[in-house]
């Protein structure tokens, strides 16, 4: 037996689970992180948004470090508590108290980046209680109560598995293992559009931390969507300008320093601005942003673009919350047909197929804690809130016990 716990990935839900297991006393735990040297999938042939990446810290190591303070929902397991501590581990001069239960976002001045945080936790505890290995998982095999994975260098035995490998990865790798009904051929996603412009809205009341910043933030009241305001400054006072520039050069809030470097109009930098660091709130004009699920908002493919979008099905979603939105006196976007992909893909898997196999079932050793098996995020954005699920599934399986 190589490991008491085997985990598939290495990003942020991957660091969540490992978090949770490091708490119980004496598990050796073995961490498959994928290649050295990675590689993205990206949403369609612009490339300008990444949907996977395939290596060491997953999309993780890619993250914006956005957290949702509301909680509106708690993906099944995530409590106050749990959310409280490891919130306090990353970010310990946030104040996180304050906020918890009101609709805003943390933006962190330092997002978390799990293979970072990965190699620091196997410096401190060191082998056989943590190892990461640069392995990609082929395939997973029940045997007798404990598993087996196969790798390209050879296979590892454990008594748990936790599939973490991703929306786009893990359908591939159940599929493998089980039979090709595991993967929907679906991918439901957040989408980001632009609801239009709004005057004389009061100054944002942004709270500053030792760690990052608090923005405030609007939920619908069937947490379809997530509002946000931002300062429509220069090129982006025009409506749909901004929106329609976004479009051509792809989300504003992936690395700051490459867009300042590189063709950044004067609007798009004074949502940067305000985006990471809260400046320029207090405009005359502000844009209207909505972050939207949409149900099997794309079809999966074959690489290198694993997806189709089912435009059709997103631009009736969208509508609806347009037709919804809660804010008076909106001059509306012209351009109802623009979106941008949110980078939140989800419910991959074929639930009813997991529950046929046995899959997430307390007596099995294999269990999925990625968002491929969440059929709603609901609207806030979800990948910390993912880690803090990790963190507690692993601990909440009645196999935890070491057996003899």
């Given at each position: 037996?190589?490991?008491?716990?085997?985990?598939?990935?290495?990003?942020?839900?991957?660091?969540?689970?490992?978090?949770?297991?490091?708490?119980?006393?004496?598990?050796?735990?073995?961490?498959?992180c994928g290649p050295q040297q990675g590689g993205f999938l990206h949403y369609d042939q612009r490339t300008l948004a990444p949907c996977a990446f395939l290596g060491s810290g997953g999309l993780g190591s890619h993250w914006h470090?956005?957290?949702?303070?509301?909680?509106?929902?708690?993906?099944?397991?995530?409590?106050?508590?749990?959310?409280?501590?490891?919130?306090?581990?990353?970010?310990?001069?946030?104040?996180?108290?304050?906020?918890?239960?009101?609709?805003?976002?943390?933006?962190?001045?330092?997002?978390?980046?799990?293979?970072?945080?990965?190699?620091?936790?196997?410096?401190?505890?060191g082998a056989p209680r943590l190892k990461l290995l640069h392995e990609s998982a082929l395939m997973i095999r029940r045997q007798s109560g404990r598993v087996q994975v196969d790798t390209a260098v050879g296979q590892r035995q454990a008594r748990r598995c936790w599939v973490a490998a991703g929306a786009l990865h893990t359908p591939t790798l159940l599929a493998a293992s089980f039979g090709p009904r595991m993967a929907r051929g679906l991918a439901s996603d957040h989408v980001q559009c632009y609801l239009g412009q709004l005057e004389g809205q009061p100054p944002p009341d942004?709270?500053?931390?030792?760690?990052?910043?608090?923005?405030?933030?609007?939920?619908?009241l069937a947490d379809r969507a997530l509002f946000t305001l931002?300062?429509?400054?220069?090129?982006?006072?025009?409506?749909?300008?901004?929106?329609?520039?976004?479009?051509?050069?792809?989300?504003?809030?992936?690395?700051?320093?490459?867009?300042?470097?590189?063709?950044?109009?004067?609007?798009?930098?004074?949502?940067v601005l305000y985006n990471r660091l809260g400046l320029m709130g207090a405009s005359r004009l502000h844009s209207v942003y909505a972050q939207v699920?949409?149900?099997?908002?794309?079809?999966?493919?074959?690489?290198?673009?694993?997806?189709?979008?089912?435009?059709?099905r997103i631009r009736v979603t969208t509508d609806a919350i347009r037709a919804t939105q809660p804010f008076a006196n909106l001059r509306s976007s012209q351009r109802p047909e623009l979106y941008l992909p949110g980078i939140h893909l989800?419910?991959?898997?074929?639930?009813?197929a997991l529950a046929a196999e046995g899959l997430n079932e307390p007596s099995t050793p294999v269990h999925v804690i990625d968002?491929?098996?969440i059929p709603d995020l609901g609207a806030e954005h979800h990948s910390f809130k993912m880690l803090v699920s990790a963190y507690r599934r692993v601990q909440r399986s009645p196999s935890a016990e070491t057996q003899p």
């Amino acid at each position: 037996m190589d490991c008491d716990d085997l985990v598939i990935g290495s990003g942020l839900v991957a660091l969540g689970a490992v978090l949770g297991l490091l708490a119980e006393p004496d598990r050796r735990i073995t961490v498959l992180c994928g290649p050295q040297q990675g590689g993205f999938l990206h949403y369609d042939q612009r490339t300008l948004a990444p949907c996977a990446f395939l290596g060491s810290g997953g999309l993780g190591s890619h993250w914006h470090g956005v957290i949702p303070t509301g909680l509106r929902n708690r993906l099944g397991v995530v409590s106050d508590v749990d959310f409280h501590d490891l919130f306090r581990l990353f970010y310990p001069h946030a104040e996180i108290e304050a906020s918890v239960g009101k609709v805003s976002l943390f933006i962190p001045w330092r997002p978390i980046r799990p293979w970072a945080e990965l190699q620091r936790l196997a410096a401190l505890h060191g082998a056989p209680r943590l190892k990461l290995l640069h392995e990609s998982a082929l395939m997973i095999r029940r045997q007798s109560g404990r598993v087996q994975v196969d790798t390209a260098v050879g296979q590892r035995q454990a008594r748990r598995c936790w599939v973490a490998a991703g929306a786009l990865h893990t359908p591939t790798l159940l599929a493998a293992s089980f039979g090709p009904r595991m993967a929907r051929g679906l991918a439901s996603d957040h989408v980001q559009c632009y609801l239009g412009q709004l005057e004389g809205q009061p100054p944002p009341d942004i709270r500053y931390t030792r760690n990052g910043l608090f923005i405030p933030a609007l939920a619908d009241l069937a947490d379809r969507a997530l509002f946000t305001l931002r300062p429509a400054k220069f090129d982006f006072r025009r409506l749909d300008a901004g929106f329609e520039h976004r479009q051509i050069f792809g989300l504003p809030t992936g690395s700051l320093l490459t867009k300042l470097l590189g063709k950044l109009s004067a609007g798009l930098l004074t949502e940067v601005l305000y985006n990471r660091l809260g400046l320029m709130g207090a405009s005359r004009l502000h844009s209207v942003y909505a972050q939207v699920h949409v149900p099997d908002a794309y079809a999966m493919q074959a690489r290198p673009m694993p997806l189709q979008a089912l435009t059709d099905r997103i631009r009736v979603t969208t509508d609806a919350i347009r037709a919804t939105q809660p804010f008076a006196n909106l001059r509306s976007s012209q351009r109802p047909e623009l979106y941008l992909p949110g980078i939140h893909l989800h419910h991959t898997l074929d639930t009813v197929a997991l529950a046929a196999e046995g899959l997430n079932e307390p007596s099995t050793p294999v269990h999925v804690i990625d968002a491929s098996a969440i059929p709603d995020l609901g609207a806030e954005h979800h990948s910390f809130k993912m880690l803090v699920s990790a963190y507690r599934r692993v601990q909440r399986s009645p196999s935890a016990e070491t057996q003899p």
